[in-house]
């Protein structure tokens, strides 16, 4: 029987493809380790293992064979192996992350997949060891960076936080200083005025056409000081006004505003006209305010040769509505289109367009107390748009 040459043919072939099989065993990247599944549902000892694994660990073939994978498993991670080896049992694979021992001590992070399957009626565990070393150390210097990151993000935060506490308590004490200021400048102002018109009243006789004409320049210049002092007081209480935002329809704010400014429109035979207007969440009494003094002055900054026309608009877009209050009057030249929005600056003097250069102040401050923005586009000599967003809350 034994020189059968149909046996002979069969155990050459069968050779054949167990060379094949080591071949491709031995010559894999990750470890591969074959056990008998033990009584106790804990995996026995090694009946197979491949090359890698004999080198990356360092026992002989012949210790594995002796060896269970308690024995490779790093003593403080031995305590994870009753409940890997439960979930084995329960679903036939399990995939877990263990740390190795090699025989001289070294400590290597593994990912290990493992499968049960059986041949020969007898329970085998197959387990797929990938050394994960490298993956172990960039996740480390990823959370240590993340953790760079957030403490610098906390300590960027802190520093912004207190950045605007410091800017909250000097706009505060600004404000104050500024309502204080044209409190307490008001009175002795009206002194100058009052002694000023009795010096002209109790020594008519003797004061020459000169004297009467600097006397004059003098209560000119004092009105106006009292007008930009009263400019500032409401410059100043412009965050007073804020209140709860609520539901505001600006249609309905913008036509209390035109019957505020019926005089001054009737008179220059102003054409205002507008778009269906939406419904924010804002303040009336600021809204109406900035309409105001837009609309004003584009009444104020006509052109002498047309017709005034003034048309308001609001267009929807991704957070914010954006409103614009367009003329066709004198316009404003490119060069001044981002300064006319200071305290007090002003492109024209007082003889030519009464005023103090503070309404846009003020309707910058209003836009941006509801958090929005404020700019003009313009072409000189024929007319200027006003746009001012407001967040879609
Ligand atoms: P004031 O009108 O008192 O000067 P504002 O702050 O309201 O103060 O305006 C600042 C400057 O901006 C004005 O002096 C004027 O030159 C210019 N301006 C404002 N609105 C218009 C407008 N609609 N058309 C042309 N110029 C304007």
């Given at each position: ?243 709860e935002f609520v539901q505001v329809d600006t249609e309905k704010v913008l036509d209390d505003t035109l019957l505020n400014l019926k005089?001054p429109i009737d008179?220059n035979n102003a054409i205002i006209t507008h778009d269906p207007l939406p419904k924010i969440i804002g303040d009336n009494e600021m809204l109406m305010q900035l309409f105001q003094n837009l609309i004003s002055n584009s009444i104020?900054?006509r052109?002498?040769?047309k017709s005034l026309k003034v048309h308001i608009s609001a267009r929807e877009e991704e957070n914010q509505y954006c409103f614009s209050v367009k003329d066709n009057g ?29 309404g846009l102040?003020?309707a910058q401050?209003i836009v941006h107390q509801f958090g929005g923005q404020i700019w003009a586009e313009s072409?000189?000599?024929e007319g200027s748009i006003f746009y001012f967003t407001i967040p879609n809350r």
């Amino acid at each position: 029987m034994k020189n059968d040459p149909i046996r002979r043919l069969l155990e050459a072939e069968l050779k054949e493809v167990e060379a094949k099989y080591r071949k491709v065993f031995n010559n894999a990247n990750d470890m591969i380790g074959l056990n008998l599944m033990g009584e106790n549902g804990l995996p026995g000892k090694f009946i197979d293992i491949n090359k890698i694994g004999i080198e990356r660990l360092g026992y002989s073939y012949d210790e594995f064979l002796d060896m269970t994978p308690a024995d490779i498993i790093a003593p403080d991670k031995r305590s994870e192996i009753a409940g890997n080896a439960i979930e084995l049992s329960k679903k036939g694979h399990a995939t877990f992350e263990i740390i190795h021992q090699t025989k001289s001590g070294k400590r290597i992070p593994v990912e290990v997949n493992n499968h049960l399957f059986e041949l020969d009626g007898k329970k085998i565990a197959l387990a797929i060891s990938r050394d994960i070393t490298e993956r172990k150390k960039a996740e480390k210097a990823l959370k240590k960076s993340n953790e760079n990151l957030e403490l610098k993000v906390k300590e960027r935060t802190s520093e912004l936080e207190e950045v605007i506490i410091e800017l909250k308590n000097s706009n505060e004490e600004l404000e104050q200083f500024a309502h204080v200021a044209s409190h307490d400048l008001r009175e002795p102002l009206r002194m100058i005025t009052s002694f000023l018109q009795l010096l002209e009243k109790r020594y008519k006789d003797q004061l020459d056409d000169d004297a009467y004409e600097f006397i004059e320049f003098a209560v000119d210049g004092a009105k106006r000081l009292d007008n930009m002092i009263n400019d500032l007081l409401e410059y100043s209480q412009v965050k007073s006004m804020v209140r709860e935002f609520v539901q505001v329809d600006t249609e309905k704010v913008l036509d209390d505003t035109l019957l505020n400014l019926k005089v001054p429109i009737d008179e220059n035979n102003a054409i205002i006209t507008h778009d269906p207007l939406p419904k924010i969440i804002g303040d009336n009494e600021m809204l109406m305010q900035l309409f105001q003094n837009l609309i004003s002055n584009s009444i104020k900054y006509r052109s002498d040769n047309k017709s005034l026309k003034v048309h308001i608009s609001a267009r929807e877009e991704e957070n914010q509505y954006c409103f614009s209050v367009k003329d066709n009057g004198i316009g404003i030249s490119s060069d001044h289109l981002e300064c006319i929005f200071t305290i007090f600056q002003r492109l024209h003097t007082n003889e030519e367009y009464k005023g103090t250069g503070i309404g846009l102040a003020i309707a910058q401050k209003i836009v941006h107390q509801f958090g929005g923005q404020i700019w003009a586009e313009s072409e000189k000599g024929e007319g200027s748009i006003f746009y001012f967003t407001i967040p879609n809350r």
